[in-house]
Nanobody, 127 residues
């Protein structure tokens, strides 16, 4: 079982915050680029944020820039997704995954470029 494990989801009101975590006991996440994706009912899985190994460069989809922050704590073997100023449009199941390609392959939020998907954690934003 190589899947990562997500946690931290919940139900919040618009404007509130949540912090999601992604971890595994099987292997060091620091060796991989780690991505967060989300999938709302009836919609395709969408890339949200990614952080690279080594330099820790981060990428965000436009709709979350300035509101979400991805970070990693290699000592805890955990990648975090801090989500602030949440809106109902952020409601989805959030998934974590490792990128299957190294830096020689230009980065993109293509789900097929990621693996070891977790079961996801539900985030619901409503008033």
């Amino acid at each position: 079982q190589l899947s990562v494990v997500e946690s931290g989801g919940g139900s919040v009101q618009p404007g509130e915050s949540l912090r999601l975590s992604c971890t595994t006991a099987r292997y060091p996440l620091k060796n991989y680029d780690i991505g967060w994706f989300r999938q709302a009912p009836g919609k395709e899985r969408q890339g949200v944020a990614c952080i690279t190994t080594g330099s820790g460069t981060s990428y965000y989809t436009d709709s979350v820039k300035g509101r979400f922050t991805i970070s990693r704590d290699d000592a805890k073997n955990t990648v975090w997704l801090q989500m602030d100023s949440l809106s109902p449009e952020d409601t989805a199941i959030y998934y974590c995954a490792i990128r299957l390609y190294d830096s020689e392959v230009p980065f993109s939020f293509v789900p097929e470029h990621f693996g070891a998907w977790g079961q996801g954690t539900q985030v619901t934003v409503s008033s």
